[in-house]
C-alpha cells in the first residue's frame, strides 16, 4: 500500500503509512481549531442590534444593509482569496485573515456612526473572507476523494461550533457582564488572534512539503479534467466557471445561505424582543434568551452528519444529501413559526433542529467543489461558490429587516428562511452528479 492509498481506504500499516495519517488529523484539527474561531469575528452583530439602535436611533432595516455591508465584503472576498489560497497557499492567507480581522473588529468598535460602522464591518467582511476557501485549499491538499464528505463535514462542524462559541460570548457580555455592544467587538475577538497565530505555527500547505506522496486520486476520476501545476489565475477561474454543475450549486447555496444567515442574525434580535423576555417570566428554568444558543448547536452537528450522510449512504452523491435536509429544513422553520413564545421548551427543540438542517448541508456543497473541478482548483472553486451564497444572504437581511419594520413581528424570519429552504432543496434537484 502506497502512502496516496491511506488517505483512501482510512487505514494504515507501516511506519510512513501511520505517520502520514497523523498528519493528514494534525492539519485537520489544526485547520478546525483556527475556524472555531472565525465568527467571534461576524456573527456576534445580531447580539449588539440592540445597543447600537438605542445610540445611534436607527432602524432594524438599517442596520440589516449595515449587516449586508459585511456580507458583500465577504461575497467579493471568496471569489478573490479562494484562488489567492490556491496561488500563495491557504496557511499564509487563512493567518492573515484571522489577525485582520481581529483588527477591523476593534475598529469596529469604536465607530461613531452608522456610516462608519458600516465601512469598518465591511472591510472586516473582505477579511474574514481569508478563512474559509484558503482552509479548505489546504484541507484537499491533504485528503482524497472518498473522504471528502467526511473532512468538510468536520470542518464545518467546528464553523458550527464557532457559532455556538460568538453567540456564547456575546450572552456573556451583554447578559453576565452587562458591558455595552461596543464590547462584543472587542472580547470574543481575542480568541481569533490566537487561532490564527496557532495555525500558521502548526500546519503545512501539503504533504510533499513533509516528505509525504499526494493522497489524490484524481487520476482516476474520469469526471475531473487533470489540472497543470503551473495553472495561471484565469485559467483556474475560467475551468471553475464552465462547469456548469458548480454554477448550479452557487445558486443552490444561495438560497441556503440566506436562510443560515437569517437564522444567525435576527434570531437573536427574536429572543431579545418583548414578546420572549415575557416568557422568561413563565419558567426560572431556561432564560429564552439562552435558548438561541441551541440554533448554533444545530447547525454544528447538522454539519458534522450531513458530510458523512453523504459519503457513507448516498455514495458521494452529494445533492442527494443536500436536497433531504433542505426539505427538512422547511417543515422545521414553518414550525417555528407556528410554536406559540410560551412554548420555550418546544421552541428550543425545534430551533435546534431548523440549525440543523438549515446548515447542515453545507459540508456536502464543499466537499463537491473539488469531486466537480479536481482538489488543485478547490480553494478558488469554493470560494465562487460562497460568492454565491453570501451574495444570497447579504440581499436577505435589508428584505428580512424592513419586514421587521413594517409588521413588527420578528417570527417572520421563519417563514422566510422557509421559502429560502425550499428553494435550495429544489434547485439543488439539478445538480445530479
Partial sequence: MTTAQVGVQGFATTPVQISFRRAQWRMLLATMFCYFFFYTGRQTFG??????????????????????????????????????????????????????????NWATSFSTGIFTLGAFWGVNGYFQAMGWAPGSSLLSNWWGRHERGKVFGCYTFAAGMASV??????????????????????????????????????????????????????????????????????????????????????????FQNAARYGLLVWVPVHFLGANWAKASAQTAVIDPKWISVALPVGMAFGAATNGWISDKIFGSKRYLAIVLYMACATVMSLCMYKIPTSEVYLGLAVLFLCGFFVYGPQSSFWALCPDLVGHKRAGTAIGVMNFFAYLFAGLGEPLIGGFMDTHNDTSLVFLIVAAASAASATVSLFIRR
Fill in 47 to 104: 447580539f449588539a442590534i440592540p445597543g447600537i439602535q438605542a445610540e445611534f436611533g436607527v432602524t432594524k432595516e438599517t442596520l440589516g444593509w449595515v449587516s449586508a455591508c459585511l456580507l458583500w465584503a465577504y461575497a467579493i472576498g471568496q471569489a478573490i482569496n479562494g484562488n489567492l489560497g490556491d496561488k500563495f497557499g491557504g496557511r499564509r492567507v487563512m493567518s492573515a485573515g484571522a489577525i485582520l480581522s481581529c483588527a477591523m
Fill in 165 to 254: 462559541l460568538s453567540y456564547v460570548t456575546s450572552l456573556i457580555i451583554v447578559q453576565q457582564l452587562h458591558l455595552d455592544w461596543r464590547w462584543i467587538f472587542r472580547i470574543p475577538v481575542l480568541l481569533l488572534l490566537v487561532g490564527g497565530i496557532t495555525f500558521y505555527l502548526v500546519v503545512r500547505e501539503r504533504p510533499e512539503d513533509m516528505g509525504f506522496s499526494s493522497p489524490h486520486d484524481d487520476a482516476v476520476d474520469e469526471s475531473v479534467a487533470p489540472v497543470a501545476d503551473d495553472e495561471t489565475s484565469f485559467e483556474r477561474y475560467k475551468g471553475v466557471l464552465k462547469n456548469w454543475r458548480l454554477l448550479i450549486g452557487g445558486l443552490a447555496i444561495g
